[in-house]
């Protein structure tokens, strides 16, 4: 009877009662006896399920990881507390929140048709998702003004680390509170029907119809369009003073460098939150635009699609910036130094790749130290 059972929820479930909804049920369920489930969702199809666990797994634990080292290295070495760290270690917490409290509990949402993680976490975890991509739209917004004040108005104070931790938690706080709409309208909705063996727990939005529309249009325009229109106005004008710049050879190409590596984190932002913001707004002014046999599929794969971006931005702020790199390759040394073997020591050079066996406390030893600290 799955089939039966999405198909009830095919039929505009947030808006109908239960008593609607298990009539639609019943007629259903007699007409729908013999045929292939795939027919009415392609997400039944065993196949695709395995691909899309695949693909959650990848995009969960490298996006994990590669954030979760971002946060250590910068939080860990001091040369690294800067404004514009500041704001990106708040980008790569917001991708460690969804790859570990949103995006697990979605796909088993998904792919078993059934909400399992009780009213509380009904309340908190789908109506937070959007939190994390309005956090980090807002924080590379900040970058874009904290660099703009820099480069185009060099004489002027520049923001300072306790102003930016302050401008953090402010987001945070704002990105929260406009989460809470959704969190008051989001019910559970349970359908016990012993006589027809049915028992299902939903998470489902529940508010009129129009109201919801403008929240969720105010939401896109606030939450994407605004902050990512005012990042590339400021991105262009430190563009037109940089070209513009004739003194300062060496300092104009370390800005153009960092400039373009967090150009690249908008572009990577932009790419990959823009279709599902668009697919949200599809199905919520035209819900029948897309054929409900690949509705949750389509969801999914835009899901995962721009979380890749959580993948994508360690490597962009962290592996294209020299001074990051330099200062993992100095933890990756630390924990080697740690590795003993017959009174010998195994460190790691970053100028040469390889790891040299020395003694403890020779000369050699303390000169690749220096070295390093330079």
Not at 45 to 54: A, P
Not at 96 to 125: E, K, M, S
Request: aromatic share 14%; net charge positive.
């Amino acid at each position: 009877m799955a089939e039966a059972e999405y198909s009830l929820l095919s039929l505009d479930f947030e808006n109908m009662s239960t008593a609607d909804i298990l009539k639609n049920y019943k007629v259903y369920a007699n007409f729908s006896q013999g045929f292939d489930e795939t027919e009415f969702d392609i997400l039944r199809d065993k196949r695709w399920q395995i691909g899309i666990i695949l693909l959650y797994v990848i995009v969960i634990v490298f996006g994990f990881i590669g954030n979760l080292l971002v946060v250590i290295v910068i939080v860990r070495y001091k040369q690294l507390h800067t404004v514009t760290n500041i704001f990106i270690v708040n980008l790569a917490l917001a991708d460690i929140a969804l790859c570990l409290f949103n995006l697990p509990f979605q796909l088993h949402y998904q792919l078993t048709d059934n909400w399992a993680f009780g009213r509380i976490l009904c309340h908190v975890i789908n109506p937070t998702f959007g939190v994390p991509v309005f956090v980090s739209s807002l924080s590379i917004l900040a970058i874009a003004i904290d660099r703009f004040i820099l480069i185009v108005y060099p004489f002027k104070n520049r923001m300072t680390n306790i102003q930016a931790m302050f401008l953090v938690v402010l987001i945070t706080m704002v990105t929260v509170i406009v989460a809470i709409p959704l969190m008051v309208f989001t019910k559970l909705d349970i359908i016990d029907e012993p006589m027809i063996h049915l028992y299902k727990i939903y998470c489902v939005e529940r508010w009129e119809e129009k109201s919801k529309r403008i929240y969720a249009l105010s939401v896109f325009v606030l939450q994407f369009v605004i902050p990512l229109l005012l990042t590339t106005v400021f991105y262009s004008l430190i563009c037109i003073v940089l070209k513009n710049r004739p003194i300062k050879k060496h300092e104009t190409r370390r800005n153009r460098r960092t400039n373009k590596i967090l150009i690249s984190v908008v572009l990577t932002f932009t790419l990959c939150w823009l279709p599902w913001n668009i697919f949200g707004l599809v199905t919520e002014f035209f819900p029948k635009s897309i054929p409900l046999k690949y509705l949750r599929l389509t969801d999914l794969l835009i899901k995962i699609f721009a979380m890749s971006s959580a993948c994508v931005n360690p490597f962009l702020y962290g592996w294209l910036n020299d001074n990051f790199r330099k200062e993992f390759g100095r933890l990756l040394g630390s924990g080697l130094k740690k590795i003993q073997m017959n009174g010998t020591y195994a460190e790691y050079s970053r100028t040469t790749g390889y790891n040299h066996t020395l003694e403890l406390g020779t000369p050699t030893k303390k000169r690749i130290i220096i070295e390093d600290e330079e």
